[in-house]
């Protein structure tokens, strides 16, 4: 069996893959853990249910042509995948499509989060986890009234809800946030790890359990037989595979060639700047809601994130991006952000357009299979896809309705 990409999804499903009893060998272009899973922000949120693709969310795209500071960017190209991908992201900006994607996303959350739970027992250990919540932050009495009718629809909907806190009670809650901010809901659900120490943690558990790690070792192409793969042609050489794992995050559609059909991802570039901790650090991860920007109070650190760029596989560090960051969190918070930079970071989330991730066997082989495509929420979702696909593979019983993420669902 290989596996191919050691991104948090590689990671996972690598790990339940060996535990159903199967020889797993995991490869990756570059280093295990260095792609979007290094410096994203972290959160396991099982309250993020709902995708981008959403009613308003058309609006919001348009927009950002006129606005320059805006933390959603795309930029126009000639690329027949781009207009294909927005043609579908459109098309679903509806609510009866986003409530359908909303509880495909809710199965994998809710059991990751579960099964995280057993994971930092002892199998993931050293990751800073904190189970301590996730705030939503508003700046203004109308974001917080706006933000009262996602809570009623996420509630109704999904049985999710926040615990809305305003003047005092948010003060004594989290005395990091300046006293002009509005309000905030808090999800009790949530928590945060710090994401490269969770992909050592992976590291040594997939080392101690006989998973074979190959680095700089990328996938160049596919050997098969009619629908059946046997080897894999890497750089230098080649390995020889029963089944294959495709799990390559943003570079999958890059592969489309060997896969036999387009994969509908597009890399929504996001930025994070890590630094130390500040004086007055907040209790809990933030989320910014006007702004879409997330921090992260980590143990040995502080980061903040967010901005989503849709700007092909354009590897540019843009410092235009990092000090949006910086200015939209110096908005919410009372302890101006001046330390030294410790990491300047980007990733290519793979978006795809209804938000859902693509699990299950590729159409054109009998032993090729695909985990990629997990947008905003790869953290969040990992655990539960890497078992998943196990399951499909192994040929247990999977523990939730793999339905929603077939790699040949509606186009
Ligand atoms: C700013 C930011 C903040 C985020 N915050 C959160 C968060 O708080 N919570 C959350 O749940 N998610 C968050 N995310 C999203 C999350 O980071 C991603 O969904 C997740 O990391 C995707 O994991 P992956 O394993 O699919 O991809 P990756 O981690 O990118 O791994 C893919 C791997 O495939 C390898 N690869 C590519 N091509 C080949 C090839 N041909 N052969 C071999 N290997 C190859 C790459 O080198 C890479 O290592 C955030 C993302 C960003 C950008």
Redesign the pocket.
Known sequence: MVV???????ASCAYYLRQSGLAVTL????QF?????????????PSHVLPLAGPGAIGSTLKTLFKRNSPLKVRWRLDPAMWSWFWQFARRCNKRDAIAAGHAIQQLLVSSRTLYDELFQATLTDVEWDPAGLLFVCLTGPAMDRYAQTNRLLQNEFGVAATRFEGQSLKELEPSLKSSVAGAWRYATDG?LR?DKLMSAWRRRLDSIGVEIREN????DLVAERRVAHRILIDRGEIDADQVVI?????TP??HKILRCPIPIQP?????LTMSRPQLCPRSSLMFEEHRV?I?PMQSGFRI???MEFAGYDSRMNGDRLRLLRESAALYLKEPLQGPTLEEW?????MTPDGLPFIGRLQAFDNVYLA?G?????????PATGKLLAELISGCAPHIDPAPYAVSRGR
Do not use: E
């Open positions: 191919v990409g050691a991104g948090v999804i590689g490869i990756d272009s570059g853990g260095r792609g979007c899973s290094h410096g994203n922000c972290g959160f396991v949120s945060q994401p070792c990328a996938l160049r799990a390559t995050g943003a570079w890059r592969l929504g570039k996001g930025y994070s997330a992260s994130g967010s901005t980007w990733g290519w989330r793979p990629a997990h947008s905003m929420l790869g953290v969040s979702m990992a």
